[in-house]
């Protein structure tokens, strides 16, 4: 009832996933006078979360921001943290972006933030960076495509896709009306399709350790879980239940297996040359066509668990959080990705390329020398990416704190 209210009343920040707290700054931004300030207590999942841009393009564009104070988790008991936000109604487009936003949060000095600079970031208020952290995220950004920019650019062809589409169990329910297999419901025993009620009787297993004798010819390999450049383990997946969602076999060879959840603190990827497939916690990653024999999944791997764009990963998508964020697919194509062009380049991408072809093979990841290749290869990201001296301390020292 609420939700049609809101649609019916046509708010700007109103469309697509939202939270009411939305609605209430809407509301109070349009009912202040020009000059008049307001102030609301909101979870910081404003800050930076992706289905909360709506309502930050529209305080951007409406408000002076005058201050916006994390408060970190305040209320008893509280299942989100907060922050305090103080906003200035503004018409005039050069006094908002000439504004000067106050940041205060909990333990560190007061900063301030030139309102404009939020533009660059894609209108994300990422309060917690400071003045070097900014020039690196502007470096990277301006200087170096987006993955998603390079899977439509001509002569590139990429496949980006989540795995099998399955619970954390892997149980699956059948419908008798319908005659299809589903993952088991997440709250109500309903057929997704045709709204019948399932039975619990008619659940089963479609993750399996060993491959049943009699039915060997309806089962693949599974990675069940991996850890950077190592697939962990194997297990087997039943792939002739019709209904469920396995996506196409393409994605499942010769590609790049990113994880939803890091490890360390870093984007956690492999690379696996058998036809293997994953859950839905799995991104698969491959290169299926470039016009550079040094762009390859090999070399892409090495970007992506490279110090460089894990730091880069938690500045632009972490925002207030210290703890890494989880990986969503979106934001794996929001990453900057170096081409080879050149022929020095080029050197640089192969010795990428060898040096991660020996971290696959490694079998102990804690062994020193397997810390000084990835070490290798971080540098020589770093040079490809045209980091200087004083941005690579930086962001050595974030990253190891």
């Given amino acids: 009832v609420q939700r049609q209210i809101i649609k019916n009343m046509k708010f700007k920040t109103g469309k697509g996933q939202y939270d009411y707290f939305q609605i209430f700054i809407e509301l109070g931004i349009k009912l202040l006078k020009i000059k008049g300030v307001l102030g609301y207590i909101v979870p910081d999942s404003l800050l930076a979360l992706s289905n909360r841009s709506k309502i930050r393009k529209y305080i951007f564009d409406t408000t002076n921001i005058k201050e916006i104070y994390h408060s ?25 972006e000439n504004n ?31 003045e070097e952290d900014i020039s690196i995220i502007i470096h990277l950004t301006e200087n170096f495509p987006k993955l998603r920019k390079l899977m439509v650019k001509d002569g590139f062809k990429f496949l980006l896709s989540r795995g099998v589409e399955l619970t954390k169990t892997g149980e699956i329910i059948y419908c008798k009306d319908c005659k299809k297999y589903f993952p088991i419901p997440k709250k109500e025993f309903l057929c ?4 019948t009620h399932l039975e619990k009787r ?10 049943p004798k009699k039915k060997k010819e309806c089962f693949k390999l599974f990675i069940n879980s991996i850890q950077r450049y ?7 997946i039943e792939v002739n239940k019709n209904g469920i969602n396995y996506k196409d076999s393409e994605i499942y060879e010769d590609r790049i297996i ?11 990827a492999t690379y696996d040359n058998n036809l293997s497939f994953t859950s839905q916690s799995f991104y698969n990653l491959k290169i299926c066509q470039s016009p550079i024999i040094e762009f390859n999944n090999i070399y892409l791997l090495g970007l992506l668990n490279s110090l460089l764009l894990s730091y880069y990963f938690i500045q632009l998508f972490g925002s207030y959080k210290k703890l890494f964020p989880r990986i969503l697919i979106e934001k794996i194509k929001d990453l900057p990705i170096k081409v080879p062009e050149n022929v020095k380049e080029k050197e640089i991408a192969s010795k990428i390329i060898e040096r991660v072809k020996i971290l696959l093979e490694f079998d102990d990841r804690e062994d020193n020398k397997f810390n000084q290749i990835q070490k290798e290869i971080d540098d020589l990201v770093f040079i490809l990416y045209k980091v200087s001296d004083s941005q690579k301390k930086h962001i050595l020292d974030y990253m190891n704190r």
């Fill in 230 to 236: 190592q697939i962990r383990d194997y297990k087997y």
């Fill in 202 to 211: 008619y659940t089963e297993k479609i993750i399996f350790d060993l491959i």
């Fill in 192 to 195: 997704p399709d045709c709204k």
């Fill in 100 to 130: 000067w936003i106050k940041v205060k949060i909990v333990n560190r000095p007061q900063k301030r933030i030139l309102q404009k600079s939020l533009k660059s970031w894609d209108y994300k208020f990422l309060i917690h960076l400071d």
């Fill in 258 to 268: 990113i994880r939803q959840l890091s490890q360390n603190n870093l984007i956690c």
């Fill in 72 to 96: 970190g988790p305040k209320f008893e008991d509280p299942v989100v943290s907060n922050i305090i936000l103080i906003l200035e109604k503004e018409s005039n487009i050069e006094e908002r």
